[in-house]
């Protein structure tokens, strides 16, 4: 850690398992994520033997607006991240893809981000 960078820094991540089974199906842990804040990094790990995440859209908020003005992005194939502002308290949907890495077929799972007031 930065000499320069504040002591709450690791408070402002929150961070989320991705697992896809046998059958191909993606799911998260927590499935309900708790968000309280503002400017909240959300991670997400995939651990899944032969799944990536995509290089975009990894994770879509559907009507994000100014909550999550920033779309995801791909930090590697097994992490993507989101930006969560935290401008309102509400309840988010949102989708995480993933891609099978030797086929490229897709799957998703439909999770939901809870922002606390």
Known sequence: MSVCAPEAVEQDV????VS?????????VPELLDVSGEDVLI??????????FPD?????????GTQFPIPSWTVH????ALLDCDSAPGDFSY???????QTG???????TIRNLP
């Open 14 to 17: 929150r961070h989320v398992l």
């Open 20 to 28: 896809v089974n046998a059958q191909g199906q993606p799911s998260c």
């Open 43 to 52: 991670t997400f790990h995939l651990n899944a033997a032969d799944w990536i």
């Open 56 to 64: 975009t859209g990894a994770v879509v908020v559907e009507n994000g």
């Open 77 to 80: 194939k097994k992490q993507a």
């Open 95 to 101: 989708t995480v893809w993933v891609q099978h890495a």
């Open 105 to 111: 077929q897709r799957a998703s799972v439909d999770p």
